[in-house]
Protein backbone atom coordinates (compact mmCIF):
# COMPACT_ATOMS: atom_id res chain seq x y z
CA UNK A 1 0.00 0.00 0.00
CA UNK A 2 1.40 3.72 -0.62
CA UNK A 3 -0.16 4.96 1.86
CA UNK A 4 0.76 3.45 5.79
CA UNK A 5 -1.16 2.45 7.85
CA UNK A 6 -0.79 4.84 10.66
CA UNK A 7 -0.91 8.23 8.37
CA UNK A 8 -4.18 6.46 6.61
CA UNK A 9 -5.30 6.69 10.30
CA UNK A 10 -4.43 10.34 10.83
CA UNK A 11 -5.79 11.30 7.69
CA UNK A 12 -9.10 9.90 8.37
CA UNK A 13 -9.50 11.90 11.19
CA UNK A 14 -9.04 15.38 9.45
CA UNK A 15 -12.04 17.43 9.94
CA UNK A 16 -12.53 17.31 6.09
CA UNK A 17 -12.06 13.59 5.40
CA UNK A 18 -13.80 12.41 8.95
CA UNK A 19 -17.37 12.91 7.33
CA UNK A 20 -16.36 10.32 4.97
CA UNK A 21 -14.35 7.78 6.96
CA UNK A 22 -16.56 4.70 6.80
CA UNK A 23 -17.04 4.42 2.57
CA UNK A 24 -12.74 5.47 2.51
CA UNK A 25 -11.79 2.79 5.00
CA UNK A 26 -14.13 0.59 3.35
CA UNK A 27 -12.76 1.07 -0.21
CA UNK A 28 -8.99 0.58 1.15
CA UNK A 29 -10.34 -2.94 2.99
CA UNK A 30 -12.03 -4.38 -0.15
CA UNK A 31 -8.81 -3.46 -2.52
CA UNK A 32 -6.63 -5.08 -0.03
CA UNK A 33 -8.81 -8.53 -0.01
CA UNK A 34 -8.13 -8.44 -3.72
CA UNK A 35 -5.54 -9.06 -6.15
CA UNK A 36 -3.02 -6.70 -6.77
CA UNK A 37 -4.33 -3.17 -9.21
CA UNK A 38 -2.73 -4.59 -12.48
CA UNK A 39 -4.59 -7.61 -12.35
CA UNK A 40 -7.58 -6.62 -11.20
CA UNK A 41 -7.58 -4.29 -14.21
CA UNK A 42 -7.03 -7.07 -16.43
CA UNK A 43 -9.86 -8.77 -14.98
CA UNK A 44 -12.08 -5.88 -15.45
CA UNK A 45 -11.16 -6.02 -19.24
CA UNK A 46 -11.60 -9.50 -19.56
CA UNK A 47 -15.01 -9.56 -17.63
CA UNK A 48 -16.65 -7.01 -20.29
CA UNK A 49 -17.00 -10.40 -22.61
CA UNK A 50 -15.99 -13.09 -20.63
CA UNK A 51 -18.42 -12.41 -17.59
CA UNK A 52 -20.63 -9.81 -18.33
CA UNK A 53 -20.93 -11.25 -21.19
CA UNK A 54 -23.19 -14.13 -20.42
CA UNK A 55 -25.74 -12.09 -18.72
CA UNK A 56 -26.06 -10.40 -21.49
CA UNK A 57 -26.32 -13.86 -23.66
CA UNK A 58 -29.39 -14.20 -21.31
CA UNK A 59 -31.66 -11.31 -21.77
CA UNK A 60 -31.03 -11.86 -25.26
CA UNK A 61 -32.30 -15.61 -24.66
CA UNK A 62 -35.27 -14.20 -22.54
CA UNK A 63 -36.16 -11.25 -24.98
CA UNK A 64 -36.46 -13.66 -28.21
CA UNK A 65 -39.03 -16.47 -26.41
CA UNK A 66 -42.49 -15.97 -27.38
CA UNK A 67 -45.67 -17.50 -25.77
CA UNK A 68 -48.33 -18.46 -27.84
CA UNK A 69 -51.70 -17.48 -25.80
CA UNK A 70 -55.48 -16.96 -26.64
CA UNK A 71 -57.32 -13.89 -25.19
CA UNK A 72 -60.60 -13.10 -25.96
CA UNK A 73 -60.46 -15.51 -28.56
CA UNK A 74 -57.85 -14.05 -30.22
CA UNK A 75 -54.49 -15.83 -30.61
CA UNK A 76 -51.14 -13.67 -29.70
CA UNK A 77 -47.98 -14.33 -28.61
CA UNK A 78 -46.73 -12.78 -25.42
CA UNK A 79 -43.58 -12.00 -23.82
CA UNK A 80 -41.63 -13.49 -20.78
CA UNK A 81 -42.86 -10.11 -19.09
CA UNK A 82 -46.46 -10.29 -20.23
CA UNK A 83 -46.84 -14.00 -19.44
CA UNK A 84 -45.96 -14.16 -16.05
CA UNK A 85 -49.11 -11.04 -15.43
CA UNK A 86 -51.03 -14.42 -16.15
CA UNK A 87 -50.12 -15.88 -12.93
CA UNK A 88 -51.74 -12.83 -10.82
CA UNK A 89 -55.07 -14.09 -12.39
CA UNK A 90 -57.82 -15.46 -9.92
CA UNK A 91 -58.71 -17.55 -12.62
CA UNK A 92 -56.65 -20.72 -11.18
CA UNK A 93 -57.31 -22.79 -14.88
CA UNK A 94 -55.55 -20.06 -16.56
CA UNK A 95 -52.79 -19.72 -14.40
CA UNK A 96 -52.58 -23.78 -14.31
CA UNK A 97 -52.44 -23.60 -18.37
CA UNK A 98 -49.90 -20.34 -18.30
CA UNK A 99 -47.95 -22.60 -15.83
CA UNK A 100 -47.42 -25.29 -18.62
CA UNK A 101 -46.58 -23.19 -21.62
CA UNK A 102 -43.81 -20.93 -19.13
CA UNK A 103 -42.37 -24.40 -18.03
CA UNK A 104 -42.16 -25.77 -22.06
CA UNK A 105 -41.26 -22.82 -22.76
CA UNK A 106 -38.43 -22.36 -20.62
CA UNK A 107 -37.38 -26.00 -20.70
CA UNK A 108 -36.35 -25.08 -24.94
CA UNK A 109 -33.85 -22.17 -23.77
CA UNK A 110 -32.61 -24.19 -21.09
CA UNK A 111 -29.07 -25.48 -22.56
CA UNK A 112 -28.44 -22.14 -23.70
CA UNK A 113 -29.45 -20.65 -19.87
CA UNK A 114 -27.21 -23.17 -18.25
CA UNK A 115 -24.06 -22.53 -20.21
CA UNK A 116 -24.64 -18.78 -19.09
CA UNK A 117 -24.71 -19.59 -15.49
CA UNK A 118 -22.27 -22.25 -15.90
CA UNK A 119 -19.96 -19.68 -17.37
CA UNK A 120 -20.04 -16.94 -15.08
CA UNK A 121 -20.52 -18.92 -11.99
CA UNK A 122 -17.09 -20.56 -13.14
CA UNK A 123 -15.74 -17.12 -13.85
CA UNK A 124 -16.81 -15.81 -10.46
CA UNK A 125 -15.70 -19.02 -8.48
CA UNK A 126 -12.16 -18.84 -10.63
CA UNK A 127 -11.60 -15.04 -9.99
CA UNK A 128 -12.53 -15.82 -6.32
CA UNK A 129 -9.62 -18.32 -6.23
CA UNK A 130 -7.14 -15.90 -7.09
CA UNK A 131 -8.03 -13.38 -4.90
CA UNK A 132 -7.79 -16.17 -2.01
CA UNK A 133 -11.50 -15.99 -0.91
CA UNK A 134 -13.16 -19.14 -0.09
CA UNK A 135 -16.28 -18.60 1.22
CA UNK A 136 -18.98 -17.97 -1.37
CA UNK A 137 -21.11 -15.28 -0.03
CA UNK A 138 -18.15 -13.18 0.60
CA UNK A 139 -18.97 -10.94 -2.17
CA UNK A 140 -22.30 -10.64 -1.18
CA UNK A 141 -21.93 -10.02 2.31
CA UNK A 142 -19.25 -7.23 1.68
CA UNK A 143 -21.62 -5.41 -0.79
CA UNK A 144 -24.20 -5.88 1.73
CA UNK A 145 -22.33 -4.64 4.53
CA UNK A 146 -23.46 -7.45 6.49
CA UNK A 147 -21.72 -10.60 8.52
CA UNK A 148 -22.49 -14.07 7.78
CA UNK A 149 -22.83 -14.89 11.16
CA UNK A 150 -26.28 -12.00 10.27
CA UNK A 151 -26.72 -14.14 7.51
CA UNK A 152 -26.93 -17.41 9.29
CA UNK A 153 -29.25 -16.21 12.12
CA UNK A 154 -31.72 -14.62 10.45
CA UNK A 155 -32.17 -17.29 8.05
CA UNK A 156 -32.69 -19.49 11.39
CA UNK A 157 -35.33 -16.98 12.31
CA UNK A 158 -37.07 -17.96 9.37
CA UNK A 159 -36.56 -21.63 9.54
CA UNK A 160 -37.86 -21.67 13.04
CA UNK A 161 -41.35 -20.26 12.18
CA UNK A 162 -42.07 -21.40 8.49
CA UNK A 163 -44.51 -23.67 9.79
CA UNK A 164 -47.92 -21.17 9.99
CA UNK A 165 -47.04 -20.15 6.23
CA UNK A 166 -47.12 -23.76 5.49
CA UNK A 167 -50.56 -23.82 7.11
CA UNK A 168 -51.24 -20.76 5.33
CA UNK A 169 -50.33 -22.38 1.78
CA UNK A 170 -52.76 -25.76 3.09
CA UNK A 171 -55.97 -22.91 3.55
CA UNK A 172 -55.23 -21.12 0.83
CA UNK A 173 -55.40 -24.35 -1.35
CA UNK A 174 -58.83 -25.10 0.45
CA UNK A 175 -60.39 -21.63 0.12
CA UNK A 176 -59.36 -21.43 -3.66
CA UNK A 177 -60.57 -25.44 -3.87
CA UNK A 178 -57.50 -26.17 -5.87
CA UNK A 179 -57.03 -29.74 -6.00
CA UNK A 180 -53.42 -29.19 -6.26
CA UNK A 181 -51.48 -26.41 -5.18
CA UNK A 182 -48.79 -25.11 -7.32
CA UNK A 183 -45.54 -22.67 -7.46
CA UNK A 184 -47.74 -20.73 -9.59
CA UNK A 185 -50.69 -20.69 -7.08
CA UNK A 186 -48.43 -18.71 -4.71
CA UNK A 187 -49.15 -15.35 -5.53
CA UNK A 188 -52.95 -15.58 -6.93
CA UNK A 189 -55.14 -13.49 -5.12
CA UNK A 190 -57.30 -14.15 -2.41
CA UNK A 191 -60.73 -12.98 -2.50
CA UNK A 192 -61.45 -9.15 -3.74
CA UNK A 193 -61.44 -5.60 -1.74
CA UNK A 194 -64.14 -3.80 -2.39
CA UNK A 195 -62.68 -0.29 -1.23
CA UNK A 196 -60.88 2.10 -3.84
CA UNK A 197 -60.00 5.41 -3.14
CA UNK A 198 -59.54 8.66 -4.70
CA UNK A 199 -56.17 10.04 -5.03
CA UNK A 200 -56.58 12.55 -2.28
CA UNK A 201 -58.18 9.93 0.30
CA UNK A 202 -55.05 7.94 -0.06
CA UNK A 203 -52.69 11.08 0.45
CA UNK A 204 -54.62 11.93 3.38
CA UNK A 205 -54.97 8.12 4.57
CA UNK A 206 -51.02 7.51 4.32
CA UNK A 207 -50.09 10.97 5.79
CA UNK A 208 -52.46 10.50 8.90
CA UNK A 209 -51.13 6.65 9.55
CA UNK A 210 -47.23 8.44 9.12
CA UNK A 211 -48.39 10.69 11.77
CA UNK A 212 -49.02 8.48 14.58
CA UNK A 213 -45.38 6.89 14.31
CA UNK A 214 -43.27 10.13 13.07
CA UNK A 215 -44.70 13.63 12.51
CA UNK A 216 -41.66 14.67 10.82
CA UNK A 217 -42.74 11.81 8.26
CA UNK A 218 -46.19 13.14 8.27
CA UNK A 219 -45.28 16.83 7.58
CA UNK A 220 -42.76 15.76 5.13
CA UNK A 221 -45.59 13.91 2.99
CA UNK A 222 -47.90 16.26 3.47
CA UNK A 223 -45.87 18.90 1.68
CA UNK A 224 -44.54 16.51 -0.97
CA UNK A 225 -48.12 15.90 -1.98
CA UNK A 226 -48.90 19.32 -1.70
CA UNK A 227 -46.32 20.32 -4.17
CA UNK A 228 -47.50 17.74 -6.63
CA UNK A 229 -43.97 15.88 -6.64
CA UNK A 230 -46.10 12.82 -7.37
CA UNK A 231 -47.01 11.72 -10.96
CA UNK A 232 -50.04 9.49 -10.31
CA UNK A 233 -52.20 9.88 -13.47
CA UNK A 234 -53.87 7.46 -14.59
CA UNK A 235 -53.62 7.42 -18.24
CA UNK A 236 -52.81 5.33 -21.24
CA UNK A 237 -49.45 5.45 -22.60
CA UNK A 238 -47.68 5.04 -19.14
CA UNK A 239 -45.69 2.12 -18.05
CA UNK A 240 -45.82 -0.65 -15.37
CA UNK A 241 -44.10 0.36 -11.86
CA UNK A 242 -43.11 2.73 -9.56
CA UNK A 243 -40.06 4.39 -8.39
CA UNK A 244 -38.41 7.68 -6.71
CA UNK A 245 -35.80 9.85 -7.73
CA UNK A 246 -34.13 12.41 -6.01
CA UNK A 247 -32.57 15.84 -7.00
CA UNK A 248 -29.77 15.94 -4.16
CA UNK A 249 -28.65 19.70 -4.62
CA UNK A 250 -31.71 21.00 -4.31
CA UNK A 251 -33.01 18.15 -1.86
CA UNK A 252 -36.14 17.35 -3.37
CA UNK A 253 -37.89 14.10 -4.96
CA UNK A 254 -40.03 13.14 -7.56
CA UNK A 255 -42.30 9.55 -7.69
CA UNK A 256 -43.83 8.03 -10.96
CA UNK A 257 -46.51 6.03 -10.30
CA UNK A 258 -49.76 5.24 -11.93
CA UNK A 259 -52.85 5.49 -9.19
CA UNK A 260 -55.90 3.53 -9.96
CA UNK A 261 -57.56 3.88 -6.51
CA UNK A 262 -56.89 -0.06 -5.32
CA UNK A 263 -55.29 -0.89 -2.06
CA UNK A 264 -52.05 -1.69 -3.50
CA UNK A 265 -51.96 1.46 -4.91
CA UNK A 266 -52.18 3.08 -1.65
CA UNK A 267 -49.07 0.74 -0.52
CA UNK A 268 -47.14 1.76 -3.25
CA UNK A 269 -47.96 5.68 -2.38
CA UNK A 270 -46.51 4.56 1.09
CA UNK A 271 -43.66 2.76 -0.15
CA UNK A 272 -42.40 5.53 -2.87
CA UNK A 273 -42.58 7.80 0.02
CA UNK A 274 -40.70 6.20 2.30
CA UNK A 275 -37.93 6.18 -0.14
CA UNK A 276 -38.14 9.95 -0.61
CA UNK A 277 -38.52 10.31 2.79
CA UNK A 278 -35.16 8.50 3.20
CA UNK A 279 -33.75 10.44 1.04
CA UNK A 280 -34.84 13.69 2.69
CA UNK A 281 -33.21 12.73 5.79
CA UNK A 282 -30.06 12.09 4.27
CA UNK A 283 -29.52 15.62 2.86
CA UNK A 284 -26.77 17.55 3.54
CA UNK A 285 -24.66 14.38 3.94
CA UNK A 286 -21.48 14.06 1.93
CA UNK A 287 -22.17 12.06 -0.98
CA UNK A 288 -20.41 9.06 -0.72
CA UNK A 289 -22.19 9.00 3.01
CA UNK A 290 -25.37 8.37 0.88
CA UNK A 291 -24.37 5.54 -0.71
CA UNK A 292 -26.37 2.50 0.79
CA UNK A 293 -26.52 -1.54 0.24
CA UNK A 294 -29.40 -3.14 -1.23
CA UNK A 295 -30.31 -4.91 2.11
CA UNK A 296 -30.77 -1.15 3.37
CA UNK A 297 -32.12 0.78 0.75
CA UNK A 298 -35.61 -0.54 1.23
CA UNK A 299 -35.49 0.53 4.40
CA UNK A 300 -37.45 2.96 4.95
CA UNK A 301 -39.70 2.14 2.05
CA UNK A 302 -40.92 -1.12 3.40
CA UNK A 303 -41.39 0.33 6.70
CA UNK A 304 -43.38 3.01 5.22
CA UNK A 305 -45.42 0.30 3.15
CA UNK A 306 -45.89 -1.95 6.82
CA UNK A 307 -47.63 1.10 9.10
CA UNK A 308 -50.28 1.58 6.20
CA UNK A 309 -50.53 -1.55 5.58
CA UNK A 310 -51.64 -2.55 9.21
CA UNK A 311 -53.74 0.61 9.15
CA UNK A 312 -56.04 -0.78 6.29
CA UNK A 313 -55.91 -4.01 8.10
CA UNK A 314 -57.66 -3.04 11.25
CA UNK A 315 -60.08 -0.44 9.42
CA UNK A 316 -61.61 -3.22 6.54
CA UNK A 317 -65.26 -2.85 7.06
CA UNK A 318 -66.01 -6.18 6.61
CA UNK A 319 -64.46 -9.77 6.88
CA UNK A 320 -64.01 -10.44 3.31
CA UNK A 321 -62.06 -7.55 2.94
CA UNK A 322 -60.02 -8.22 6.08
CA UNK A 323 -59.35 -11.69 4.60
CA UNK A 324 -58.09 -10.67 1.62
CA UNK A 325 -56.04 -7.57 2.94
CA UNK A 326 -54.14 -9.85 5.46
CA UNK A 327 -53.85 -12.13 2.54
CA UNK A 328 -51.91 -10.44 0.92
CA UNK A 329 -49.75 -9.36 3.44
CA UNK A 330 -48.83 -13.06 4.17
CA UNK A 331 -47.96 -13.70 0.87
CA UNK A 332 -45.46 -10.72 1.03
CA UNK A 333 -44.05 -12.78 3.96
CA UNK A 334 -44.21 -16.11 1.97
CA UNK A 335 -42.10 -14.53 -0.75
CA UNK A 336 -39.49 -13.55 1.36
CA UNK A 337 -39.31 -16.40 3.41
CA UNK A 338 -40.08 -19.21 1.41
CA UNK A 339 -39.25 -18.32 -2.44
CA UNK A 340 -36.11 -16.34 -1.57
CA UNK A 341 -35.36 -18.55 0.65
CA UNK A 342 -35.82 -21.11 -2.32
CA UNK A 343 -32.95 -19.05 -4.61
CA UNK A 344 -30.42 -18.51 -1.38
CA UNK A 345 -30.85 -22.72 -1.58
CA UNK A 346 -30.13 -23.05 -5.15
CA UNK A 347 -27.66 -20.64 -5.51
CA UNK A 348 -25.20 -21.77 -2.57
CA UNK A 349 -26.04 -25.45 -3.17
CA UNK A 350 -25.16 -24.68 -7.55
CA UNK A 351 -21.62 -22.64 -6.38
CA UNK A 352 -20.79 -25.88 -4.03
CA UNK A 353 -21.24 -27.79 -7.25
CA UNK A 354 -19.82 -26.00 -9.81
CA UNK A 355 -16.93 -25.96 -8.03
CA UNK A 356 -16.47 -29.34 -9.18
CA UNK A 357 -17.14 -28.98 -13.28
CA UNK A 358 -19.91 -27.37 -14.95
CA UNK A 359 -23.48 -28.45 -14.58
CA UNK A 360 -26.41 -30.03 -16.40
CA UNK A 361 -29.48 -28.75 -17.48
CA UNK A 362 -31.57 -32.12 -15.72
CA UNK A 363 -28.95 -32.05 -12.49
CA UNK A 364 -29.93 -28.46 -12.38
CA UNK A 365 -33.07 -29.08 -12.46
CA UNK A 366 -33.15 -31.36 -9.95
CA UNK A 367 -30.76 -29.01 -7.59
CA UNK A 368 -33.61 -26.10 -7.87
CA UNK A 369 -36.72 -28.36 -7.34
CA UNK A 370 -34.84 -29.68 -3.87
CA UNK A 371 -34.29 -25.79 -2.96
CA UNK A 372 -38.14 -25.16 -3.55
CA UNK A 373 -38.76 -28.44 -1.76
CA UNK A 374 -36.75 -27.29 1.24
CA UNK A 375 -38.02 -23.55 1.50
CA UNK A 376 -41.63 -25.03 1.38
CA UNK A 377 -41.46 -27.27 3.71
CA UNK A 378 -42.96 -29.59 0.91
CA UNK A 379 -45.53 -27.75 1.25
CA UNK A 380 -47.16 -27.70 -2.14
CA UNK A 381 -47.79 -30.36 -4.93
CA UNK A 382 -46.36 -28.91 -8.48
CA UNK A 383 -42.99 -27.08 -8.39
CA UNK A 384 -41.40 -24.81 -11.12
CA UNK A 385 -38.19 -26.80 -11.70
CA UNK A 386 -36.83 -24.33 -14.85
CA UNK A 387 -36.71 -21.32 -11.97
CA UNK A 388 -33.33 -20.99 -12.56
CA UNK A 389 -34.11 -20.37 -15.81
CA UNK A 390 -37.08 -18.12 -15.47
CA UNK A 391 -35.50 -15.68 -12.61
CA UNK A 392 -33.03 -13.52 -14.19
CA UNK A 393 -31.75 -12.55 -10.69
CA UNK A 394 -29.50 -15.48 -10.48
CA UNK A 395 -27.59 -13.90 -13.76
CA UNK A 396 -27.27 -10.14 -12.79
CA UNK A 397 -23.09 -9.92 -12.90
CA UNK A 398 -22.94 -6.75 -10.98
CA UNK A 399 -24.22 -8.21 -7.66
CA UNK A 400 -23.90 -12.12 -7.17
CA UNK A 401 -27.30 -13.76 -4.57
CA UNK A 402 -29.45 -11.03 -5.64
CA UNK A 403 -31.74 -12.90 -3.17
CA UNK A 404 -30.92 -13.01 0.78
CA UNK A 405 -30.21 -8.43 0.86
CA UNK A 406 -34.68 -8.62 -0.21
CA UNK A 407 -35.23 -11.10 3.10
CA UNK A 408 -32.54 -9.13 5.15
CA UNK A 409 -34.39 -5.70 4.05
CA UNK A 410 -37.99 -6.73 5.10
CA UNK A 411 -36.80 -8.70 8.07
CA UNK A 412 -35.16 -5.14 9.56
CA UNK A 413 -37.83 -2.89 8.79
CA UNK A 414 -40.54 -5.23 10.65
CA UNK A 415 -38.21 -5.34 13.42
CA UNK A 416 -37.89 -1.86 13.33
CA UNK A 417 -41.43 -1.72 13.13
CA UNK A 418 -42.19 -3.58 16.12
CA UNK A 419 -39.86 -1.65 18.28
CA UNK A 420 -41.85 1.51 17.03
CA UNK A 421 -45.51 0.04 18.48
CA UNK A 422 -43.39 -1.58 22.10
CA UNK A 423 -41.38 1.65 22.34
CA UNK A 424 -43.17 4.85 20.79
CA UNK A 425 -41.48 7.46 23.32
CA UNK A 426 -38.51 8.29 21.30
CA UNK A 427 -38.37 6.38 18.12
CA UNK A 428 -38.59 9.16 15.61
CA UNK A 429 -35.40 10.18 16.24
CA UNK A 430 -33.86 6.94 16.74
CA UNK A 431 -35.32 6.25 13.12
CA UNK A 432 -34.19 9.21 11.59
CA UNK A 433 -30.81 8.83 13.10
CA UNK A 434 -30.72 5.20 11.31
CA UNK A 435 -31.55 6.26 8.08
CA UNK A 436 -28.90 8.93 8.11
CA UNK A 437 -26.55 6.39 8.98
CA UNK A 438 -27.23 3.89 6.56
CA UNK A 439 -24.59 4.98 4.04
CA UNK A 440 -21.62 4.76 6.80
CA UNK A 441 -22.01 1.90 8.61
CA UNK A 442 -21.93 -2.04 8.69
CA UNK A 443 -25.50 -3.38 9.30
CA UNK A 444 -24.94 -4.37 12.79
CA UNK A 445 -23.33 -0.90 13.74
CA UNK A 446 -26.68 0.30 12.58
CA UNK A 447 -28.83 -1.89 14.31
CA UNK A 448 -26.89 -1.58 17.74
CA UNK A 449 -26.17 2.10 17.59
CA UNK A 450 -29.98 3.14 16.87
CA UNK A 451 -32.29 0.23 17.81
CA UNK A 452 -30.03 -1.53 20.51
CA UNK A 453 -30.15 -4.73 18.69
CA UNK A 454 -27.12 -7.56 18.23
CA UNK A 455 -27.86 -8.73 14.85
CA UNK A 456 -26.26 -11.52 14.98
CA UNK A 457 -28.05 -12.60 18.20
CA UNK A 458 -31.44 -14.51 16.98
CA UNK A 459 -34.21 -11.76 19.20
CA UNK A 460 -34.22 -9.16 17.22
CA UNK A 461 -34.89 -11.60 13.89
CA UNK A 462 -37.42 -13.86 15.49
CA UNK A 463 -39.34 -10.98 16.56
CA UNK A 464 -39.56 -9.51 13.08
CA UNK A 465 -40.86 -13.17 11.87
CA UNK A 466 -42.90 -13.19 14.52
CA UNK A 467 -45.01 -10.01 13.30
CA UNK A 468 -45.64 -11.62 9.90
CA UNK A 469 -46.26 -15.28 11.74
CA UNK A 470 -49.11 -13.31 13.70
CA UNK A 471 -50.70 -12.67 10.49
CA UNK A 472 -51.02 -15.88 9.53
CA UNK A 473 -51.91 -17.15 12.80
CA UNK A 474 -54.76 -14.38 12.00
CA UNK A 475 -55.62 -14.92 8.77
CA UNK A 476 -56.11 -18.97 10.09
CA UNK A 477 -58.40 -18.10 12.83
CA UNK A 478 -60.99 -16.07 10.40
CA UNK A 479 -61.03 -18.41 7.44
CA UNK A 480 -61.33 -21.02 9.99
ZN1 LIG B 1 -38.54 0.32 -3.27
Known amino acids: MAVEDADWQRLLETPELAPVAFPLAERRTMAR??????????????????????????DLVAGRISIPWVRDGKEEALSVGQASNVFADPDPALRSAMAKKWEEAWAKEAELCAAALNHLG???????????????????????????????????????????FVEFLKRKKKLQGLKEMSWFDVGAPLGKVAKTYSFAEACSFVTEQFAGISPRMAEFCAGAFQKRWVEAEDRPGKRDGAFCTSFPLSNETRVFMTFAGSPGNVSTLAHEMGHAFHQHVMAGLPFMAQIYAMNVAETASTFAEMVVADAAVKKAATREEKIALLGGKVRGSISFFMDIHARFLF????????????????????????????????????????????????????????????????????????????????????????????????????????????????????QAVEMAAADAREFLSLTD
Open 347 to 462: ETAFYERRRRGPVGVDELNGMMLDAQKEAFRNGLDRWHPHFWCSKLHFYITRMPFYNFPYTFGYLFSAGIYALARETPDGFEERYINLLRDTGRMRVEDLASRHLGVDLTKPGFWE
Open 122 to 164: GFRLNLYKHRGWKNIHKEPLDFNRMSAETLKVMWEAVEGKKDV
Open 33 to 58: DKMPAVQEKIVNDLAVDGYHGWSNLY
